[in-house]
């Protein structure tokens, strides 16, 4: 089963031809990083527009990666929800357009979905198993009992995680996107700055106080015109949101006798989480999968991926 897969749910527009959900054929994306970067964060105007100029060069650029032609594959899908309204629907569009003129059938795929199956592509899955998701603008765990079956034990009741450290490095003043930037930091500072762990309970999740403690001392210590160590900041933020999201996924862990823990999103590229989960999933020898970095952020091949096996749990579902 070969997919033709498009993503345009925020500042990426990707497109990707993947075999049956994990032979990756051919995986391009055009980023807008050092547009949005001017602004300080995504634009979404500027984003749809963006991805208008660029759609046909992507699918130009894939099919000739591919060294394929759209007659070639079998289906057409598309991220459908969620994400900035403007930017889906150019994906959208365009996948429809492909789907009625070469007569394809036509997939709508969940973007959180995608994020899940960019670990199938280069892993597979041992049910019951947990997810973590984190990204700009997610931040939840979900469980997994089958293929395509999605049970969400929690989310975040405000910011996401990548959100927060996009919050926390503008007003520190060290750059766009965030994630990347005080990860860095992180890893030369040492936490000294004390901060708290929010635990709004269950398995949700809650970054805005933190996110808070982290402006206020920021903004206290300058106007009393004592030096902020940004590196010993960073490195605090990043203690405290990683202690929060490893404390949930292991209570989840235990509760539901997962056989495997899977990181999904663009905050899994996160080298701090990466090493203080797959440190604990492993001590409780338990399977821990998480991304390769190209395919932790917003990414096409997650979509056909996602596609693939959605297709195949409806098909299943129908016998």
């Known amino acids: 089963m070969i997919i033709l897969a ?11 031809i993947v075999e049956d959900g994990k032979k ?11 547009i949005h970067t001017l602004y300080g964060g995504v ?23 591919a060294k394929m032609k759209i007659d070639d594959v079998d289906y057409i899908a598309v991220t459908a929800k969620p994400g900035l309204l403007g930017s889906l629907m150019v994906g959208i569009n365009c996948a429809k357009t492909l789907a009625l003129v070469y007569n394809k059938p036509l997939i709508m795929v969940d973007h959180i979905y995608g994020h899940i199956y960019a670990n199938y592509l ?15 603008g997610h931040t939840e765990l979900v469980l997994m009992k089958d293929h395509y079956e999605f049970e969400i034990l929690g989310e975040t009741m405000d910011d996401a995680v990548g959100e927060s ?10 750059g766009y996107p965030g994630g990347p930037i005080i990860d860095k930091m992180a890893s030369i500072g040492k936490p000294t700055y004390k901060l708290p762990r929010p635990d709004p309970g269950d398995y949700n999740f809650s970054f805005s106080g933190l996110k808070s403690a982290v402006i206020n001392l920021y903004h206290n210590e ?22 929060c999201l490893v404390n949930k996924t292991m209570k989840a862990v235990s509760e539901y006798k997962v056989k495997q823990v899977i990181v999904a999103g663009g905050v899994a590229a996160n080298k701090g989480l990466r090493q203080r989960l797959g440190e604990e999933v492993t001590k409780q020898n338990i399977k821990f999968t998480i991304p390769s ?27």
Do not use: W
């Not at 280069?122 to 700009?136: K, T, W």
């Not at 450290?165 to 060290?174: L, T």
């Not at 015109?225 to 990683?242: H, P, R, T, W």
């Not at 970095?293 to 016998?319: G, L, P």
């Open 24 to 34: 990756v054929i051919a995986n391009y994306v055009y980023t807008q990083i050092s």
């Open 43 to 65: 634009v979404p105007e500027i984003a749809s527009r963006e991805h208008i100029k660029k759609i046909t060069y992507v699918l130009d650029a894939t099919l000739k990666e």
């Open 165 to 174: 450290y996009d919050k926390v490095a503008r007003v520190v003043g060290v």
């Open 293 to 319: 970095f190209k395919y932790c952020t917003d990414n096409a091949a997650m979509i056909a991926s996602a596609a693939y096996n959605q297709i195949k749990h409806e098909n299943n579902s129908a016998k």
């Open 222 to 243: 300058t106007m009393k015109g004592n030096e902020i160590n940004k590196e010993d900041l960073a490195a605090s933020f990043q203690e405290a949101v990683i202690d």
């Open 122 to 136: 280069e892993d597979d899955f041992i049910f019951p198993l947990l997810a973590l998701v984190v990204s700009g």
């Open 6 to 16: 498009i993503e345009t749910s925020c500042d990426e527009t990707a497109m990707a």
